[in-house]
């Protein structure tokens, strides 16, 4: 195994490393670099598996005909370099042959996820100015109701004939299609925020961001030749573009679709059939998975070499779950949709691992603390992430097209993360900077708490805020979704209240918890503290405009 800080001082910074990298990328195609350069010996690209339990298998070279001919189809239709085509497309084969025929063209591929409804697609569509939108039937009547609509492609269009039938005009395309080489700098996807605190944002990926995908799946996931791989995330959201598309694929590796809904049986199934021994997905979906003890790791135990967790902080409690029950090593990962990820602990590469931290900067970027006024802190010290664009050659981020940003400061781009320095340079994460719970003068971060309470046999999954109050500032409140066989009770309530005590500081326990059958979320997992945080704030104005009126 690599050594970390051998393999991070290899990037020689700061300038050195930005030329080398810039001057090796003046003429890039992301369809040759994901595709055409893998071609030959028939080396399979992509495993596809139904929700039945109907499978196929796909090469480089097959993905390479079916790209070139969608992207005649798509020429045909005005679309060019720079041009956008969005995709509403569940994980299947068309999906990949979309993403491959747009930038063939040197073409923008924009993502929409199947979840969206009507109004948040025809803002992303209107943002994005797409030529061409590809769908398949289960999504296209979404369309119907989506104003000045671009040009439909659509997977089985025989029963609408305005839509251009995806097979049918494959069939009849030339399979002969010449990549469009473009700068470094040119753009290949274009990423909407989540959307959580406002509208969503569409922010360019650059092609030679593609270096930093490869490098997060050399070092961080490690992923080797002999690996089967899987990245659970959804291909509508940046973790799974960059990592279950782009980063496997740009290393000449197989990736796995499954098109249904996560279940146990169905992830059991995946990782079984496929011989899966390298597995990537977030907290989320690991507490689903471990809450279902051994029906889940008695079928695979013995399997994975190694998993990785991305999307939200990782709990220790699922990490040693994963080392106790399927004897794996899971390591928790930090990204944004803006950078990528960007703070790993790293399978590939040897440095301290500490139980709960999020680790240390991929290599290729240099990751700081900052207070306020945007000094740099030394460890110990709670403060915003930041990434230091001076001496980070893979950052990538240039802000958001064609909207103003506060995210950059003088050199620095600002998370909005609170993280703490460790003295070995690791990093903890706090929390996001408006979830922090200031109370009795304390600084608390939600993600230890929810940590704290996950520990316990009668909880599955937690989020933790803070409640005003006239005295403490605010309280610390818990909302807990418990295990199926556990009824809630004041006692129980009283007894997770303990738990945490014991486990961190007197001040850091919940004061409050309230039971609820489900935690509010992003569509791609992430949990929202800011909604059950304006809730609570909601409650006390109504309680005390109640009081003033009477």
Known sequence: MRDYRAAAQGFNYPHTAAAALQGSLEALNACVECCDRHVGGNRIALNCEGREGSSAQYSFEQLQQSAARLANVLRAQGVGAGDRVAGLMPRTVELLITVLATWRLGAVYQPLFTAFGPKAIEHRLEQSGAKVVVTEPLNRSKLDEVHDCPTIICVGAANDASDIDFHMALAAADDHCEPVLLGGDAPFLLMFTSGTTGPAKPLEVPLRAIVAFQGYMRDAIDLRPEDNFWNLADPGWAYGLYYAVTGPLALGHATTFFDGPFSVESTCRVINKYAISNLAGSPTAYRLLIAAGSEFSAPIKGRLRVVSSAGEPLNPEVIRWFADELGVTIHDHYGQTELGMVLCNHHGLEHPVHLGAAGFAIPGHRIVVLDEQHNELPAGQPGILAVDREQSPLCWFAGYHGLPTKAFVGRYYLSGDT????????????????????????????????????????????????KPDPERTELIKAFVVLASAQQPSEELAEALKQHVRQRLYAHAYPREIEFVSELPKTPSGKLQRFILRNQEIAKQQAALASTASA
């Open 419 to 466: 993280v703490e320095l460790n003295p070995d340079g690791s990093i903890s994460f706090v929390g996001r900077s408006d979830d922090v719970i200031t109370t009795s003068g304390y600084r608390v971060g939600p993600f230890d708490v929810e940590s704290a309470l996950i520990e316990h046999p009668a909880v599955i999954e937690a989020a933790v805020v803070g």
